[in-house]
Nanobody
Framework: QVQPVESGGGSVQAGGSLRLSCVAHETYCAAWFRQAPGKEREGVATIDSNDDTQYAESVKGRFTISKDNAKNTLYLQMNNLNPEDTAMYYC??????????????????????WGQGLQVTVSS
């Protein structure tokens, strides 16, 4: 499979917004993860084949995951960013076995195809 390609990262001040995009082989079940320096990678948001979404508590109400299957593109709209959101952000597609309606974000091993990641930096 072709590796997903993320775009849209960068630097922003606290309270600002960014929109990440990810072009992948397919986006029926996919997610965004992030990894801050010195921390483990964590799931941020996931979307399934029914467009059901799940979010980490830390981003609920601020981030929105969406997708355009026709364009094989996954999105993450990030609003009201704060310095704690600073991290490398990765998109990933979920293995069909783990792609279930309403499933939580889950663990890394449930995702088989990962992008290279892009940096998001939020300054105070």
């Amino acid at each position: 499979q072709v590796q997903p390609v993320e775009s849209g990262g960068g630097s922003v001040q606290a309270g600002g917004s960014l929109r990440l995009s990810c072009v992948a082989h397919e986006t029926y079940c996919a997610a965004w993860f992030r990894q801050a320096p010195g921390k483990e990678r964590e799931g941020v948001a996931t979307i399934d084949s029914n467009d059901d979404t799940q979010y980490a508590e830390s981003v609920k109400g601020r981030f929105t995951i969406s997708k355009d299957n026709a364009k094989n593109t996954l999105y993450l709209q990030m609003n009201n960013l704060n310095p704690e959101d600073t991290a490398m952000y990765y998109c990933a597609t979920r293995a069909p076995f783990y792609c279930r309606s309403g499933a939580p974000i889950g663990r890394d091993f449930e995702y088989t195809n990962w992008g290279q990641g892009l940096q998001v930096t939020v300054s105070s």
